[in-house]
DNA sequence: TTGTAAGCGTTATCAT
DNA sequence: ATGATAACGCTTACAA
């Protein structure tokens, strides 16, 4: 470790090492001739400041955590995408951390990055996180915190989310639009905040069409892939639905293996429709009808919220809604 | 920051500060009294260590970085799930990085590395790095490498990545058994490593069959895909393959809007082949035949070189290579 | 087995 | 405009 430090450069200029860190700084109180001398060897020297020092002295790690369910998605690659497009836009580090849809795996992350590691938290829930309180000591050491897509409604920070309600109402009108009488809706889990946002409008648009009551379908899933297959062919085989509304990315792709094996007709027999950011949907036989949801831009201002907060630059707690877009294709058509 | 310290500990237990620090570290200098003492004091004020205070003194950071060209694709994030994965198992935290396929980018995320925020970088080079002089600071400063997928030849460092050679002359050779004659080559930039040795497993294959000579077609793309589009439909009318081989994912793609857009059927006028990861192969339109790399695998395995160069447990600069699996489809038969 | 004290490389508070 | 010095919170010789 011969690296070259701010002592070394204030002894070869003949500088103090505070000069010659507020000339680095550039701070007023230095002549332009003493900054020019001091940036001149710093260039020549390749002189990196040691961030753990400034950090240590300053609390504050030029640093912010993100964390997923589930690292290779689609929706979240984007998300993390976008983060770290802005991140490093703002000379700021992102530490990736995956809880793998586990509520202890989550709060295990969040407990190991308490330590003043991060500057600040981006976070989406795991599909079993029920409760906000491994969040609380970031709160109460006013730690910023931005939710996205997933949220904790109970904690009041800001978040970013996409219009969960309003897509999947509109997405479920499309689909009575197209005669289904017999909608299915497939679950993540049992409390995930989009997931019951997009079930609620599910639901509502039934109710406008006199569909609700005893005609609703519901089935909670996992990420077990092999478990949701055979999940999904009893409840086809059972409730003959004449349409599914997959909830999420990958329980489309267990409906369509689902069809497949039950020898289903995707839009003839069943018509499918699914949030999903599958840039290659329209090429899947047959082209999938998804909402995709705005993961680039979300990731953004998730992003942008969060480092404002942390700079102060505002402390607002709203949350910013990004709409998604339905993409009509054929597994809704005839 | 009314943050718990050591200090504040060591006053609590009337102890020093260095015992505090050594019993929480399970030094063996220390009798298990004081330990369970410490311990239990620790765990009821909630104590987490500063970690730049622990960084600044020690000379490490506990955290990696992962240098890749693109996150949101499923190939890199499914590398990142594995290095995250072993990371957090071994008590590290990864830095993600995007160099967005750009020298320029790679080059200044490295630059920004090199102040010992990081005990060791994952790379894979972007389509546009030539040279790997801006990793030879940290091959001066013994800060270890590993290069994945994409390396850099005149690097002499550890490295993983999957048998592109082989499983590109393989899948060339299942192309020419299906009777293809004419089999283009898409390419991504001009000198990628892996790009190449699956240019050359290509190129050998065809020679093994005398197809070689003035038959071999090559296409040379980028990230734009806009313009790979209109390069291969011009290319396909251009030279009439009748079979295209992908050498990364979204090639695929293009190439089967490029289908789409001049009626060609596959696999009927026109076989498609390519190096990919979608999970949803199988329900494109027709099923991809993919070339599949270990990308979870090849993850977890450049985390754990990485991580034993940096405790010193192995100082190996060999090159592990697993293997990819070829899965046939229709895209490549009637 | 425990304590003392120096030091990691910065930044910030006082002086000058 | 610049310098001296303490402090950030931890680890580690060296003492005791």
Redesign the pocket.
């Known amino acids: 470790?011969n690296?070259?430090?701010?002592?070394?450069?204030?002894e070869l200029?003949?500088?103090?090492?505070?000069?010659?860190?507020?000339?680095?700084?550039d701070?007023?109180?230095?002549?332009?001739?003493?900054?020019d001398k001091v940036n001149a060897l710093a260039k020549e020297l390749n002189?990196?400041?040691?961030?753990?020092?400034?950090?240590?002295?300053?609390?504050k790690s030029k640093t912010i955590a993100l964390i997923i369910p589930e690292i290779s998605s689609i929706f979240f690659s984007q998300i993390t995408k976008g983060v770290e497009a802005i991140s490093n836009h703002k000379g700021y580090h992102v530490i990736i951390c995956c809880s793998n849809e586990s509520y202890d795996t989550e709060k295990n992350i969040v407990k190991h990055l308490i330590?003043?590691r991060v500057d600040g938290i981006l976070l989406s829930a795991s599909a079993n996180t029920f409760s906000s309180e491994h969040m609380d000591r970031f709160i109460e050491r006013k730690i910023p915190v931005v939710l996205f897509d997933r949220i904790l409604d109970r904690l009041n920070v800001a978040s970013v989310t996409s219009n969960d309600y309003e897509s999947s109402f509109s997405a479920t009108l499309h689909l009575i639009n197209k005669g289904c009488q017999k909608i299915a809706f497939l679950k993540l889990g049992s409390s995930l905040s989009n997931i019951e946002k997009r079930h609620k409008g599910y639901l509502d648009a039934l109710n406008q069409h006199k569909l609700n009551s005893n005609k609703s379908l519901a089935l909670e899933l996992s990420n077990d892939k092999k478990e949701n297959l055979e999940l999904i062919k009893i409840f086809i085989k059972t409730h003959q639905p004449d349409a599914i509304f997959a909830s999420v990315e990958h329980l489309a792709f267990s409906t369509y293996d689902a069809c497949k094996e039950l020898r289903l007709r995707i839009p003839t027999d069943i018509k499918v429709l699914a949030y999903s950011n599958l840039e290659i949907a329209r090429h899947l036989s047959p082209p999938l009808t998804t909402i995709v949801q705005p993961a680039y831009e979300m990731g953004k201002n998730a992003a942008i919220i969060l480092l404002n907060q942390i700079n102060k630059k505002s402390t607002d707690n709203g949350n910013i809604v990004i709409s998604s877009e339905l993409v009509l294709r054929e597994s809704t058509d005839f």
Chains 1, 2 share one sequence.
């Open positions: 470790m690296n070259i430090t701010l002592k070394k450069m204030a200029l003949g500088l103090s090492t505070a000069t010659v860190s507020r000339a680095l700084n701070s007023y109180e230095i002549s332009q001739k003493t900054k002189y990196e400041p040691n961030p753990f020092a400034s950090s240590l002295r300053q609390h330590s003043g």
